[in-house]
């Protein structure tokens, strides 16, 4: 399998991980993602980059098939309110495209918050940084290279 960004992060670190390809089915959304992979659609996380009243950005990563909630989302960062980034403004930001962005190894390190639910699982799955690439690895060993925070960020 070829080696992404993130991999390659996660072996300069010395961090264990699994990887999933899926890239003979390229697919953006996030519940085929989990369905193509035979995995936990709970467990499979996505990665949304959001812009502050402030101009500053943040990163959520929440279960692919639930939906980011702006207001929960605004007062877990200490914002008034976020909104969306938009899809053009994704590459030049984060050096990712939509579809294939990990919250490891964004051009910067932005405030990133992951939705509480992943406490509930060993490992978390989340794209590898390309379109058709997933890693699996735990909450500590992502903490070593992204610092979060966990919070209720998800729509009821």
Do not use: W
């Amino acid at each position: 399998m070829e080696k992404t960004n993130v991999m390659r992060i996660l072996d300069k670190h010395k961090i264990e991980y699994k990887t999933y390809s899926y890239a003979d089915k390229p697919t953006t959304c996030g519940v085929e993602v989990a369905e193509l992979l035979g995995q936990n659609p709970h467990q499979v996380f996505k990665t949304l980059v959001t812009v502050g009243k402030s101009k500053h950005y943040y990163v959520f990563m929440l279960p692919v098939a639930e939906e980011l909630d702006l207001k929960k989302a605004a007062v877990s960062v200490g914002e008034k309110a976020i909104d969306m980034l938009k899809s053009k403004e994704l590459l030049p930001l984060t050096g990712y495209v939509h579809g294939g962005c990990s919250p490891i190894g964004m051009k910067k390190l932005f405030t990133t918050v992951i939705h509480q639910t992943a406490e509930n699982f060993s490992t978390l799955i989340f794209s590898g940084g390309k379109i058709g690439y997933q890693v699996e690895m735990s909450l500590s060993g992502l903490k070593q290279v992204v610092p979060f925070m966990m919070a209720d960020i998800i729509v009821v």
